[in-house]
């Protein structure tokens, strides 16, 4: 199984940016997929899940509101849109996947089984 993220660029404050995470093999429509973020100095946080079919979601507490992560499983494809970027969204932003169509989907580093290889956010004030 291979997670690809895309998307990542140098965005202003207040800017709006998505960014995708392909999936290649497996079975992506039985995998609660997952966002996280890492600043630099920082540990990876997580940022937002989403349930195998798309039913449910669920944020951190710093991008409820601002963040949305939604699903194409005809697509393998799994997207977090970012609104209203503050210099602290400043990250690299990884996709994650669980199996087994778990939910509530965990929140921890250590509970995801696959990783993707993470895309740059670089929002300026």
């Known amino acids: 199984v291979q997670l690809q993220a895309s998307g990542g660029g140098l965005v202003q404050a207040g800017d709006s940016l998505r960014v995708s995470c392909a999936v290649y093999?497996?079975?992506?429509?039985?995998?609660?997929m997952a966002w996280f973020r890492q600043a630099p100095g920082k540990e990876r946080e997580f940022v937002a899940n989403?349930?195998?079919?798309?039913?449910?979601?669920d944020y951190a507490d710093s991008v409820k509101g601002r963040f949305a992560i939604s699903r194409d499983n005809a697509k393998n494809t799994v997207y977090l849109q970012m609104n209203s970027l503050t210099p602290e969204d400043t990250a690299i932003y990884y996709c994650?996947?669980?199996?087994?169509?778990?939910?509530?989907?965990?929140?921890?580093?250590?509970?995801?089984?696959?990783w993707g290889q993470g895309t740059q956010v670089t929002v300026s004030s």
């Open positions: 994650a996947a669980v199996p087994g169509r778990i939910w509530p989907g965990p929140r921890n580093v250590g509970e995801q089984t696959y």
């Open positions: 989403i349930r195998w079919n798309g039913a449910n979601t």
């Open positions: 093999g497996g079975f992506f429509d039985s995998y609660t």
